[in-house]
């Protein structure tokens, strides 16, 4: 079973406006972390924000804020006034620790295009 | 200010060569990763290190091996290249699961990438 399901292949968003990547989560770890990488096209990975399962409160990071509903198992990321730069491909990851490195599992991606 | 490089940008093999790719980190941290990213499958992990000397597969490890002699190098091998092994390679590093770098929450940081092709 996938562990990270992003379903937005790719998304549009008009510049200024705001954007939800979504990102859905598979664990029965109650302890685990979720991450958002952006990866522009020159190809480095950019980390943009990390949510605990145990943290009350959703994640913020500038124009970045995690929709964190534990329940329903989604992660979603939250880009607010999109700008140019923005668009990238992003992805949604999981950190599950029981292994000794704390790999991460990665989603599909959804590439973001930003409109002028 | 954190660095993860990888040795070649841009790789261009025949089938059958033996590749090396080369990535070393200099954040002294203990846990170093090998990713091969294609698109719409995501970043899918090769191997992983969590110690000198030590090895762990990842998801996709046939066809390849690792080498880490040096706790800052960690090397992905392709014995015998083949085409299907085209992909863009990505190497990360990351902290000790048990301790925490500033705020990031034991992020992987992550090398600028070699795309590989194989003819």
Redesign the interface.
């Known amino acids: 079973a996938q562990k ?1 399901t ?1 379903t937005q ?1 790719g998304m549009f968003v008009q510049e200024k406006e705001a954007v939800t990547l979504d990102c859905t989560y598979d664990t029965s770890d109650p302890s685990y ?1 979720l ?1 958002w ?1 952006k990866q522009p096209s ?4 950019i ?1 943009l924000i ?1 949510q ?1 399962s145990y943290d009350q409160q959703n994640a913020t990071e500038g124009r970045y804020s995690l929709n964190f509903q534990k329940a329903r198992k989604s992660a979603n990321l939250v880009i607010s006034a999109s700008q140019l730069g923005d668009s990238a491909m992003y ?1 949604c ?1 999981m ?1 599950e ?1 029981q ?11 959804t590439r973001l295009t930003v409109i002028p | 200010d954190v660095k993860v490089t990888q040795s070649s940008r841009y790789l261009v093999k025949r089938t059958g060569e033996k590749v090396f790719l080369e990535c070393v980190q200099d954040m002294d941290h203990e846990n170093m990763f090998w990713y091969r990213q294609d698109p719409g499958l995501g970043l899918r992990l090769i191997y992983f290190s969590y110690d000198v000397k030590m090895k762990e597969k990842g998801d996709i490890p046939e066809g390849y091996s690792v080498s880490r002699e040096k706790k800052e190098r960690f090397s992905l091998i392709l014995e015998s290249a083949s085409t299907n092994q085209t992909s863009m390679y990505l190497c990360a590093s990351s902290p000790f699961k048990g301790s925490r770098s500033g705020s990031s929450y034991n992020e992987q940081f992550f090398g600028p990438g070699t795309r590989l092709t194989v003819l």
Do not use: K
């Open positions: 990270i992003q292949p972390g991450f990488y020159s190809g480095e990975m980390f990390y605990g992805f990851a950190r620790p292994t000794g490195a704390n790999n991460l599992f990665f989603g599909t991606g």
